[in-house]
Nanobody
Framework: QVQLTESGGGLVQAGGSLRLSCTASGRSVRLLHMGWFRQAPGKERVFVAGVTWNGGTTYYADSVKGRCTVSRDNAQITMYLQMNNLKPEDTAVYYC?????????????????WGQGTQVTVSS
């Protein structure tokens, strides 16, 4: 079993930055593909970014390319999402996700493990 713990959300003005963190605990955590999804009120959860188990490959939704960077620290099994130049449309609950296999990194159904989510609010 894997447990994911998120932190780093908050309230920022448009153009500001936030750094989200997700720490994984449990079996085989160093082999986990990990990523971030987000869900705005009344909307479905959508893919934001992902990283392979060894950190060798990253993936980004078109909406955040150039503004966000996903990385991981295997020493503490922590994944980060650095978000810059935030926009009001980035406002959402951000969820950390993980799985030993991610056949389609952009689909929520590809991930077995989900965190509780952390709120990001961007004001204009």
């Amino acid at each position: 079993q894997v447990q994911l713990t998120e932190s780093g959300g908050g309230l920022v003005q448009a153009g500001g930055s936030l750094r989200l963190s997700c720490t994984a605990s449990g079996r085989s955590v160093r082999l986990l593909h990990m990523g971030w999804f987000r869900q705005a009120p009344g909307k479905e959860r959508v893919f934001v970014a992902g990283v392979t188990w060894n950190g060798g490959t990253t993936y980004y939704a078109d909406s955040v390319k150039g503004r966000c960077t996903v990385s991981r620290d295997n020493a503490q099994i922590t994944m980060y999402l650095q978000m810059n130049n935030l926009k009001p449309e980035d406002t959402a609950v951000y969820y950390c996700v993980a799985d030993l296999n991610a056949n389609d990194y952009g689909r929520a159904s590809s991930y077995k493990y989900w965190g509780q989510g952390t709120q990001v609010t961007v004001s204009s």
